[in-house]
Nanobody
Framework: QLQLVESGGGLVQPGGSLRLSCTSS????????IGWFRQAPGKEREGASC???????KDRDSVKGRFTISRDNAKNTVYLQMNGLKPEDTAVYYC????????????????????WGQGTQVTVSS
């Protein structure tokens, strides 16, 4: 069974950087498309970035140029490098795995992913 674990969240000042990591226990991530989602208080969970098994990437417009998703199959880990963080990036960040290798047309929707981690808090504040 695929169990996802996120790490790397924390408190950072505006303009700062964080790198989130997503790994799994029990199964490899290598055959799944992986997405990073976020959920701010009082808001719906939204997709930030997605990476296919072949390395193709899709990003939400609001994070383009600031967030970079990548995967290291040897380490069974998917990363989200976040630069130029803004207060509006404050949220719980979740990684998720799809049951197929590609980031589909509706990759940014929760329904596109079957497996979820518990989330890691990212707070951007001075």
């Amino acid at each position: 069974q695929l169990q996802l674990v996120e790490s790397g969240g924390g408190l950072v000042q505006p303009g700062g950087s964080l790198r989130l990591s997503c790994t799994s226990s029990g199964s490899t991530l290598n055959s799944y498309a992986i997405g990073w989602f976020r959920q701010a208080p009082g808001k719906e969970r939204e997709g930030a970035s997605c990476i296919s098994t072949g390395g193709s990437i899709k990003d939400r417009d609001s994070v383009k140029g600031r967030f970079t998703i990548s995967r290291d199959n040897a380490k069974n880990t998917v990363y989200l490098q976040m630069n130029g963080l803004k207060p509006e990036d404050t949220a719980v960040y979740y990684c998720a795995a799809a049951e197929w290798p590609l980031c589909g047309t509706y990759w940014y929707e929760v329904r596109a992913f079957s497996h979820w981690g518990q989330g890691t808090q990212v707070t951007v504040s001075s």
